[in-house]
């Protein structure tokens, strides 16, 4: 069974640090561009940070450069979204997509999400 799962979000304080986890089954990540979105109450979803399959180049929007860091482990079949300097602004739902040729075909695959609330 193809399956995305994030993991590792939870409750953290101002200035905290939670180190995101995205682990794939049933397909291999290192054939596809993994993206982390997220989603906050009232907002729409936006882009946080993806991974290139090809390089592995990394790319982050504005809000997060410098703090968020997007690695992958290909061994584990796992990509990782590190993220330091946590303030309430990045409080959200958070999930990984995985998007690639392969087969013959575009496949897309969303996780479920995983919360991160940043509060005092």
């Known amino acids: 069974q193809v399956q995305l799962v994030e993991s590792g979000g939870g409750l953290v304080q101002p200035g905290g640090s939670l180190r995101l986890s995205c682990a794939a089954s049933?397909?291999?990540?290192?054939?596809?561009?993994i993206g982390w979105f997220r989603q906050a109450p009232g907002k729409e979803r936006e882009g946080v940070s993806c991974?290139?399959?090809?390089?592995?180049?990394?790319y982050y929007t504005d809000s997060v450069k410098g703090r968020f860091t997007i690695s992958r482990d290909n061994a584990k079949n796992t990509v990782y979204l590190q993220m330091n300097s946590l303030s309430p602004d990045d409080t959200a739902v958070y999930y990984c997509?995985?998007?690639?040729?392969?087969?013959?075909?575009?496949?897309?695959?969303w996780g479920q999400g995983t919360q991160v609330t940043v509060s005092s």
């Open positions: 049933g397909f291999t990540l290192d054939r596809y561009t």
């Open positions: 997509k995985a998007d690639g040729w392969y087969g013959g075909s575009w496949r897309s695959y």
């Open positions: 991974i290139s399959t090809s390089d592995s180049s990394t």
